[in-house]
């Protein structure tokens, strides 16, 4: 049985992430849902977690399949004080928490794959969707979050089997969804505190870091348009860099990156 969100918060030593928590049955979106609840006031940190989502999606439109019971799916609203343009570096700093987190329930590390999806032996285990709350509402960035934990192989669709996979999967073992979920809202809290406080110098360094491709060929989409090169690190807004064959190196904010065998 799931903790309740009081017994959560008792296990919790955080600044301010999960200082307001709701744990939900089921809900369409926990990052729509958290829309809800921050326009009707409530503040920054709050975190909503859902055993189940039935519209759950990711980056692109894309659905993010939420199994009952076996996955963690949730979302955290915070309000840094941060143009626009530098939000990206919030999908970084999560990326490189999540995998802090994650590494310790599993004796194969986590990598990164930018901009926001976390794999372990080439598959996606976990995936950021950051969503920017603008004026007339309450301005902030929510951070929705899926985890693949205890699902077993066989369960994903066939077309995801590939590419696909969860802790279960890979260790064998399931593994307590509660200890999971609080380690993971420690260490998003640490590393929160450390980018508001400490600057972001180093953030980009750290996820490059947790990250195997640097130096592999990709191939990029954007915006239908296809780049290939080789991935050559992040600058320090969080923007990739790719080295064209031509020898041109071009910087991308956004994209869709497949890794190149």
């Known amino acids: 049985m799931f903790p309740n969100a009081e017994e959560i918060q008792a296990c919790l030593n955080t600044v301010s992430i999960g200082k307001k928590m709701v744990v939900m049955e089921s809900v369409g979106s926990t990052n729509d849902f ?16 859902a055993h189940r989502q039935t519209h759950g999606r990711g980056r692109m439109g894309r659905s993010w399949i939420s199994e009952p019971a076996v996955g963690l799916y949730f979302s955290i609203y915070l309000k840094p004080e941060l143009s626009l343009e530098h939000l990206p570096r919030l999908t970084l700093m999560t990326s490189v928490a999540m995998a802090r987190a994650i590494d310790p329930f599993c004796p194969t590390p986590c990598r990164l794959k930018w901009p926001n ?12 969707l950051s969503e920017y709350c603008a004026p007339p509402d309450p301005e902030g960035v929510i951070l929705g979050i899926g985890i693949n934990v205890n699902q077993d192989a066989e369960r994903f669709p066939a077309e995801f089997r590939d590419t696909a996979t969860s ?14 979920f ?23 360094q750290e996820w490059e870091r947790h990250s195997d491709m640097l ?35 071009i910087s991308f904010d956004a994209g869709e990156v497949t890794l190149r065998t």
């Open 34 to 49: 958290i829309k809800r609840k921050i326009k009707a006031g409530e503040p920054a940190g709050l975190c909503v977690l």
């Open 117 to 128: 999806d976390l794999l372990i032996n080439g598959k996606k285990i976990c995936g950021i």
């Open 167 to 180: 802790l279960k999967a890979e260790t064998g073992a399931t593994v307590d969804r509660s200890a999971l």
């Open 182 to 204: 609080i380690a993971i809202l420690q260490q998003l809290d640490r590393e929160y505190q450390t980018f508001l406080y400490e600057g972001e110098c180093k953030l980009a």
């Open 215 to 249: 130096g592999r060929e990709i191939t990029l989409n954007q915006s239908g348009t296809q780049f290939q090169g080789v991935a050559r690190g992040l600058d320090k807004m969080g923007n990739l860099m790719l080295e064209t064959p031509e020898g041109q190196l």
